[in-house]
């Protein structure tokens, strides 16, 4: 996979591993995956993942993470870029983009109150 490539499983799967919240509705889950792909089947398929890997427990119409203290940390997996943008999350025209850093790719580009809505710093 080249480096403008990215697998939107792994890539949602990465961000529900992130979770900083104790328990999501589903709902919020989906708004979340969202921001990796709008595609219903590849968003069931991310959920799926991660419960099948044990990241995410689902019951009861709740996601709950299975690890805790695995948070996106801004100072180090956050990167600032200045340019033409347009979020990712709300389709606003951005001239700063935060971009998450997984493993899987980077996940973005998002503006300031975003990225901490995508996050879980706020709601």
């Known amino acids: 996979m080249s480096g403008s490539e990215r697998d939107p499983v792994e890539l949602g799967v990465e961000l529900l591993a992130h979770l900083e919240h104790g328990e999501l509705s589903v709902a919020d889950a989906?708004?979340?995956?969202?921001?990796?792909t709008t595609n219903p089947q590849?968003?069931?398929?991310?959920?799926?993942?991660?419960?099948?890997?044990?990241?995410?427990?689902?019951?009861?119409?709740?996601?709950r993470p299975r690890s805790q203290g695995t948070y996106v940390e801004f100072e180090s997996d956050v990167v600032v870029r200045e340019g033409d943008f347009t979020c990712q999350r709300c389709g606003s025209?951005?001239?700063?983009?935060?971009?998450v850093?997984?493993?899987?790719?980077?996940?973005?580009?998002?503006?300031?109150?975003?990225?901490r809505k995508v996050l879980g710093r706020e709601s």
């Open 30 to 36: 989906l708004d979340r995956i969202e921001t990796v």
């Open 42 to 63: 590849v968003q069931r398929e991310i959920l799926d993942t991660a419960v099948m890997r044990g990241i995410v427990e689902r019951e009861d119409g709740m996601v």
């Open 93 to 99: 025209a951005i001239g700063t983009g935060h971009f």
């Open 101 to 115: 850093q997984f493993e899987g790719g980077e996940l973005g580009p998002f503006g300031s109150t975003c990225i």
